[in-house]
């Protein structure tokens, strides 16, 4: 059974750094698709970065320099650094993945605050 779980969420004054991580297990980051996602509340979810079987990753194109996307294949982990953090950063940010099948499979998501 596929688990996404994310944590490192939290409240952070803006131009500060956060690291987030999406631990997986029933599954292997270094064989599948992975993304993170976020959502504004009242607002659809987007795509914000992510990173296939290769290695190769894409980035929202707005969100691009301050987003990085990376995975620990021995802590079978993917991450998500965001510097410069700016108040619409704000949200909750979502794992997920896309399996070979394919199966899409969704982490519970971590809240993110960023404060002016």
């Known amino acids: 059974q596929v688990q996404l779980v994310e944590s490192g969420g939290g409240l952070v004054q803006a131009g500060g750094s956060l690291r987030l991580s999406c631990a997986a297990s029933?599954?292997?980051?270094?064989?599948?698709?992975f993304a993170w996602h976020r959502q504004v509340s009242g607002k659809q979810r987007e795509l914000v970065a992510s990173?296939?079987?290769?290695?190769?990753?894409n980035y929202a194109g707005s969100l691009r320099g301050r987003f990085t996307i990376s995975r620990d294949n021995a802590k079978n982990t993917v991450y998500l650094q965001i510097n410069s953090l700016k108040p619409e950063d704000t949200a909750v940010y979502y794992c997920r993945t896309v399996t070979r099948t394919p199966e899409v499979y969704w982490g519970q998501g971590t809240q993110v605050t960023v404060s002016s």
């Open positions: 990173i296939d079987a290769g290695g190769r990753t």
């Open positions: 029933g599954i292997l980051v270094g064989s599948d698709f």
